[in-house]
């Protein structure tokens, strides 16, 4: 059997963990923070309301660092500047690029020759088959402990399949949170990690004091996943309003799994009403929160620096 390449191999990097792209909660501060630190980190592309704006990040985090870090790509329909972010990114040939929710074949495509790589967030192995049959460079393994949107296989589980199946490194995602569990991973044979609930509650992180805070008061306990914020599986906090509005099936998403002229059209304007609700509560408190986080929260018992938080992890 071939040997895959660890995420240390694969970019060059000293340790094998990458800070996740979390939504509205990564920025260029926590990249270059993990770069200093020999990991790597990536950033959602949405986190930045424009092109200027992204392309600032970038420049920021390459002027304070010559490490390699990535950017998230949402590559589905809901989101209306993939195809510019796509250009934006090729343009200033970011080192990595991670797709998720859609079908990364063009992302893929126009990366190879650039020599930009891929990784894909999978849930499963069918997909985790499909993506690397279309050249990924490598799987991001998300497991059902993940933060915001997650899968339904436990950790061991999806590598274990993930082995069997496929060939490329894998990157585990979701519910690390020290140093045993990130060598477990490697021993289980993933190439690599990816972390974020744990992030944070770091001085870096620009999210409310108040989501700061609830990630210090909640625990693993306090974690549910619902699937009435944008029709996919998303972890939260189980605040006194999401415990109000409840977490099952409602009107959308009964249209995107039983209306096929409406589903495009439903899990757009769903995707876009649950990011604004999460975006709200992310940076100002309200008796409407919704806080993103994963079963990792556990660990969370101060608000510290990232380089605090990776001295945990290697």
Not at 28 to 45: D, H, R, Y
Not at 239 to 267: C, D, F, H, M, P
Request: a positive charge; one cysteine or more; glycine letters at 6%.
């Amino acid at each position: 059997m071939k040997q895959r390449s660890t995420l240390k191999q694969i970019l060059g990097i000293e340790h094998p963990i990458l800070l996740a792209p979390m939504f509205l909660i990564s920025n260029a501060k926590m990249v270059i923070e993990a770069l200093k630190c020999g990991c790597t980190a990536a950033i959602p592309a949405l986190n930045y309301r424009t092109e200027k704006e992204l392309r600032a990040a970038i420049r920021e985090i390459r002027q304070a660092s010559s490490k390699p870090f990535g950017i998230n790509l949402i590559v589905n329909k809901s989101n209306p500047k993939y195809k510019s972010q796509l250009l934006t990114l090729l343009e200033l040939k970011v080192d990595f690029i991670i797709t998720s929710l859609g079908n990364p074949k063009e992302v893929i495509t126009a990366c190879k020759p650039l020599g930009i790589k891929v990784f894909c967030d999978v849930t499963d192995v069918r997909y985790a088959i499909k993506v690397e049959q279309l050249g990924a460079d490598a799987i991001i393994a998300v497991n059902s402990k993940a933060g915001g949107h997650c899968g339904d296989l436990s950790a061991k589980e999806l590598i274990s399949q993930l082995i069997q199946s496929t060939t490329i490194p894998i990157i585990s995602a979701g519910g690390i949170m020290n140093k045993m569990e990130v060598a477990q991973m490697m021993e289980w044979g993933a190439a690599g990690v990816s972390v974020g609930t744990i992030f944070i509650a770091t001085h870096e992180a620009n999210v409310s004091q108040e989501y700061k805070q609830a990630m210090i008061q909640f625990g693993s306990k306090d974690i549910v996943k619902t699937s009435k914020l944008t029709g996919s599986p998303l972890t939260v906090i189980n605040t006194s309003y999401v415990q109000r509005i409840g977490t099952k099936s409602n009107l959308w998403e009964w249209l995107i799994n039983n209306s096929s002229v409406l589903k495009k059209y439903a899990k757009l304007i769903l995707a876009w009403q649950g990011m604004n609700k999460v975006k709200k509560s992310a940076f100002k408190a309200s008796y409407q929160n919704v806080w993103c986080a994963g079963p990792s929260i556990e660990a969370v018992k101060s608000i510290r620096s990232v380089p605090e938080v990776i001295k945990d992890l290697i």
